[in-house]
Antibody
Framework: EVQLVDSGGGLVQPGGSLRLSCAAS????????MSWVRQAPGKGLEWVSG????????YYADSVKGRFTISSDSSKNTVYLQMNSLRAEDTALYYC??????????????WGQGTVVTVSS | DIQMTQSPSAMSASVGDRVTITCRAS??????LAWFQQKPGKVPKRLIY???SLQSGVPSRFSGSGSGTEFTLTINSLQPEDFATYYC?????????FGQGTKVEIK
């Protein structure tokens, strides 16, 4: 079964750091990109960051550029999102979602269950 | 960056109605567009991929159309379980961008 399990969320003070993890299983990890998508309370979906299957390309939304870093470890089939200099507006439910750089068929077909990040003093 | 403009932002409809939701891209994205349904407290569920292909297991009353810059999600004969929020996303280029969402409520 193809599955994504995201974890690492929690309560952090403004200016603090957190690392999210997304463990993938059931498919060839390096054949797919991965994206992080967040949803603030009562708000819509916002794409945050993406990484290619080979990890040689990374992408960021302007709202997190310079503060968040995406990476992956193919030996563990895991993608990470290192979040630094966190702000109250980063408070959200964070999902990882399988993505595909080439071809229209496979993007965002599988999602993790989400992990909650709360930035508050 | 490609902007996705989704409309309407909310709508009221009755069971049995036909519902149409539109997403417009600020530049051409071919058919690199997907539609999702999200219910409160649940993970988004992909309904349509490649603009018009129905995800396996999704009822045939859902359909998608369009290419380039204008896309439509249609729900024929709305069912009680279809009351939810719907989103489009373009994945033609980075950054990926979602539409603002359409909340379909019971009239």
């Amino acid at each position: 079964e193809v599955q994504l399990v995201d974890s690492g969320g929690g309560l952090v003070q403004p200016g603090g750091s957190l690392r999210l993890s997304c463990a993938a299983s059931g498919y060839t990890f390096t054949n797919y990109a991965m994206s992080w998508v967040r949803q603030a309370p009562g708000k819509g979906l916002e794409w945050v960051s993406g990484i290619s299957g080979s990890a040689d390309s990374t992408y960021y939304a302007d709202s997190v550029k310079g503060r968040f870093t995406i990476s992956s470890d193919s030996s563990k089939n895991t993608v990470y999102l290192q979040m630094n200099s966190l702000r109250a507006e980063d408070t959200a439910l964070y999902y990882c979602a399988r993505d595909k750089i080439w071809g229209p068929n496979d993007a965002f077909d599988i999602w993790g269950q989400g992990t909650v990040v709360t930035v508050s003093s | 960056d490609i902007q996705m403009t989704q409309s309407p932002s909310a709508m009221s409809a009755s069971v049995g109605d036909r519902v149409t939701i539109t997403c417009r891209a600020s530049q051409g994205i071919s058919n690199y567009l997907a539609w999702f349904q999200q219910k409160p407290g649940k993970v988004p569920k992909r309904l349509i991929y490649a603009a018009s292909s129905l995800q396996s297991g999704v009822p045939s009353r859902f359909s998608g159309s369009g290419s380039g810059t204008e896309f439509t999600l249609t729900i024929n004969s709305l069912q009680p379980e279809d009351f939810a929020t719907y989103y489009c996303v373009q994945h033609n280029s980075y950054p990926r961008t979602f539409g603002q969402g359409t909340k379909v409520e019971i009239k």
